[in-house]
């Protein structure tokens, strides 16, 4: 008998297993319902675009995994569908000496994860890679690309569409309940039987996973990232991805720079505590929202460890001459008066009430209903597995909780 399968969350990550299921399942009918009044409207809409190459992933993780198998499908996935990509290539810059044990350990790291035609450099060969860096020594990873993800989900959702599947805008989820073979759920003002619910909710995952009777941990805590804008006369600069050796004691990777699909360059992002999981202006606040992040004990455990981070990060956000400071340390021609302040993105951070980061994807299921309550980067590259990887989790063909 043909099932009806819900999907809460109109991103890359629930459309993604939208189309897992029709292709491995046909007769399923897919229902995606999506509260805003278009696809991809949050976090797969206001990302760098960037397809990484696993260079920063705990070797045997979910992400570890994910990202490798989810890069070559979502290559060979944008050269069937004709959609804007490109290898451009990144670079990950060491600038002082005292970050070599950083990047000697994430050698190690990108080593074990296999990451494609991954080179050491040294000196004046940063500069064979992108003339214009600055550095003491950098990795070189010449398989991370950039994509149009909006794109990607906009075809993912014409799949579903095409295999008589429907797509929902303005639906959102408010109720769901158990009755008696199957589940009903109310969206944007009507309740509707699935016989079982996938809940990809991004920024929202911690409130609608609790919505379905999971666990209150973890909690989402929102970051916001501001990004600038190189001029014209300055974004050749750059050739692919300018990065900095990250703090692996902290999820951000630093402010970098970014080439486009569409051949601007930005850099960013910053990352800073954001009031408001839906608002992307810098005032945007929501009583709620800040009032959830407040609440949580986890908040103030992870912000008492991290609180000289923060206010690195906050004069970045009140001064864009501070943000170029720490970017012009890897691209020292491209200053404060090369650049105007672009789009905004925000990061759904889970956080335990121990204060400490979810730094693995996390996927719970629980009878009929599963739900991704943490996807952090690199899930818009990793989106075509981890949509494996749940509708694996359905047929009780994987482990059907944790990460």
């Known amino acids: 008998m043909d099932e009806t399968v819900g999907i809460v969350g109109g991103g890359i990550i629930g459309l993604a297993v939208g189309r897992e299921l029709v292709r491995r399942r046909p007769g399923t009918r897919v229902l995606v319902l999506e509260k805003e009044d278009r696809l991809a409207a949050h976090q797969t809409g206001h990302n760098s675009g960037v397809v990484h190459a696993g260079i920063y992933y705990r070797p045997g993780s979910l992400k570890a995994q994910l990202c490798t198998r989810g890069r070559g499908l979502l290559e060979e996935y944008v050269a069937q569908h004709a959609i804007p990509y490109r290898r451009c290539g990144k670079l990950v810059v060491a600038v002082d000496p005292a970050e070599m044990p950083r990047f000697d350990a994430l050698e190690k790291t990108a080593r074990e994860n296999g ?37 990607v989900a906009e075809t993912l959702a014409q799949e579903i569409r095409a295999a008589y599947g429907e797509v929902l805008l303005g639906a959102e989820v408010t109720a769901v309940d158990r009755v008696a073979g199957g589940i009903a759920v109310t969206a944007g003002g009507s309740t509707m039987r699935v016989d079982r619910l996938v809940v990809c909710g991004g920024l929202q995952s911690d409130r609608l996973g609790e919505l379905v009777g999971g666990p209150k941990a973890p909690r989402i805590v929102p970051f916001r990232g501001e990004y600038m804008r ?15 050796v990250p703090d692996p004691r902290y999820p951000f990777l630093g402010v970098h720079f970014t080439r486009r699909v569409d051949g601007t360059l930005e850099v960013g992002p910053n990352a800073f505590l954001a009031l408001s999981r839906d608002g992307y202006r810098r005032a945007s606040f929501a009583a709620r929202d800040l009032g959830d992040t407040l609440a949580w004990p986890g908040f103030w455990r992870f912000a008492g460890e991290h609180w000289r981070t923060g206010l690195t990060e906050l004069r970045g956000v009140l001064s864009r001459r501070a943000y170029m400071d720490a970017a012009r340390r890897y691209v020292p021609e491209i200053g404060v008066a090369d650049v105007v302040r672009a789009g905004m993105g925000l990061r759904a951070q889970a956080l335990d009430a121990d204060g400490s980061l979810v730094d693995d994807f996390v996927i719970h299921s629980d009878d009929r209903i599963t739900s991704v309550r943490n996807a952090p980067s690199p899930a818009a590259t990793s989106s075509l ?17 944790g990460a």
């Open 115 to 151: 990451v494609p035609g991954l080179r050491r450099l040294q000196g004046a060969e940063i500069t064979e890679v992108e003339p214009h860096a600055f550095g003491i020594a950098a990795l070189h990873s010449p398989a991370t690309g950039i994509v149009d993800y909006p794109a």
């Open 230 to 244: 190189v001029s014209e006369e300055k974004q050749e600069l750059v050739r692919g991805m300018v990065y900095p």
């Open 385 to 401: 597995a981890i949509a494996e990887l749940v509708v694996d989790r359905m047929e009780g063909r994987a482990p059907v909780s």
